[in-house]
């Protein structure tokens, strides 16, 4: 697909970005766990992903030997720890990229805890055999710097353990944000979760009750609009953006992209439809992106940007796109999950900004680093998505200076934004 952006000197939208999928896929599979499920889920999220978690559910209640996920890696993990306390034998397995993604520190989580999962071909990836049976529980330990998702997919069975789940947690905490949200979600559903202290987590036994529950507005979604304003200021466009349906006291990680684009010229109001983005035309960034455990020290054009994104890596490739556009040195901090996702993010990122121009690098396994080097861009650059909604709709807004950009395999935004283009047309003059 071809995207041309000539939006008018005033942008003025009103946008409904995708309810979570986070908060979705987790309610799905906690309601799933309820004895009795009396209660539909309001504004569940309308994207692949939620739907390949949903029919994942249905496949076992209907008695499904086969389950498949496609490229859903929250289903993958949250459906298997799902499926080792659901009595039957199952295999659950996804696309290629997902059987390429590395799950073996939750099945040996998951082992240690009496579950009996086996590897149909490669030792610590998918497809799994499981054979779900009624797990004791206690206590387990877990490496908690790879994925959130592992941690969530144990928290969330905890309470239908007989014993309950004490969850001890190794090394630095990938996500936190993300654990939060399942811990908060869990406790709306009767649960008691809490932290006993900060590596340990304790799920009493006892169950859930399903409640009542309407989802919000998904803020990763949200973070592409924030890229756009910022980038059409910078382009001379004057912007202000309607976010429907978000707010500010969200759990969700992916809520701080509003503290990091205000830097960028980018000012978040909060009403009660939502969050209301505006922009000055040719705003230049008017501080720090850093957070606030870094120390921040004038002036912008002497520095290197630090972005840690150990808690909101989801947003890391929006903001990388965006600081390239608008000339931002930065190092971001705290990436390594991305190169498990639904392809190297990392590697992803290097290979499509050097087509605009832009020479980025990684260094070791958790930074990535764009010092200011420029080559000659390609003309006209068509970037590549890797089967990755997210590398399309971080890349959409470059077509404001880069004309004639193209977007290769854009449906795959349908992941989390099914409406991504629809609602981006509507900016056009």
């Not at 559910?57 to 080792?84: C, E, V, W």
């Not at 969200?250 to 990091?260: C, I, L, N, P, T």
Request: a negative charge; charged letters at 20%.
């Amino acid at each position: 697909m071809q995207l041309s952006l000539k939006a008018p000197k005033r942008i003025v939208a009103d946008v409904t970005p995708p309810t979570s999928k986070s908060i979705s896929n987790r309610a799905l599979l906690i309601q799933a766990l309820c004895p009795e499920q009396r209660y539909t889920i309001g504004r569940l999220a309308v994207c692949d992903d939620t739907e390949h978690m949903q029919q994942g559910i249905a496949a076992k209640h209907a008695g499904a030997a086969l389950i498949d996920i496609g490229a859903t890696g929250t289903a993958m993990r949250f459906l298997t720890a799902y499926l080792a306390i659901t009595p039957g034998e199952t295999v659950l397995t996804g696309s290629k990229r997902m059987q390429q993604r590395p799950i073996g520190i939750l099945v040996e989580a998951l082992r240690s805890l009496g579950a009996d999962i086996s590897y149909v071909n490669n030792e610590g990836y998918p497809p799994l055999c499981i054979k779900g049976k009624s797990l004791r529980g206690g206590e387990v330990e877990i490496e908690a710097g790879i994925s959130s998702q592992y941690i969530s997919a144990l928290l969330m069975i905890g309470p239908c353990l007989h014993e309950g789940l004490t969850l001890h947690l190794k090394g630095t905490i990938a996500s936190r944000t993300y654990i939060e949200l399942t811990l908060d979600l869990m406790r709306h559903y009767g649960a008691t979760a809490e932290w006993r202290d900060g590596q340990t987590i304790y799920i009493a036994p006892g169950g859930y009750e399903d409640r009542p529950l309407t989802v919000e507005g998904d803020w990763s979604g949200a973070s592409y609009w924030y890229e756009l304003a910022a980038v059409a200021a910078h382009c001379g466009h004057e912007v202000e953006i309607l976010l429907n349906g978000l707010t500010a006291s969200s759990k969700q990680g992916d809520r701080v992209v509003a503290e990091m684009f205000e830097p960028l010229g980018v000012a978040t109001e909060y009403t009660v439809e939502g969050a209301r983005l505006t922009a000055p035309p040719k705003s230049s960034p008017r501080g720090g992106l850093a957070n606030r455990e870094v120390e921040v020290v004038p002036p912008w054009e002497n520095k290197r940007e630090v972005l840690d994104f150990t808690h909101c890596p989801d947003i890391a490739q929006t903001l990388a796109v965006t600081c390239c556009l608008l000339g931002v040195p930065f190092t971001f901090d705290g990436i390594h999950s991305l190169r498990i996702k639904e392809t190297d993010r990392v590697a992803a990122l290097i290979a499509e900004l050097r087509k605009l121009g832009y020479v980025l690098r990684a260094e070791g396994d958790k930074q990535l680093v764009w010092d200011g080097e420029r080559t000659e861009p390609t003309s006209p650059p068509a970037i590549a998505t890797y089967d990755d909604h997210r590398m399309a709709m971080a890349f959409a807004p470059a077509a404001l200076y880069h004309e004639g950009l193209t977007i290769e395999n854009p449906e795959v935004v349908s992941k989390s934004y099914p409406g991504f283009w629809e609602d981006l047309w509507r900016i056009r003059s």
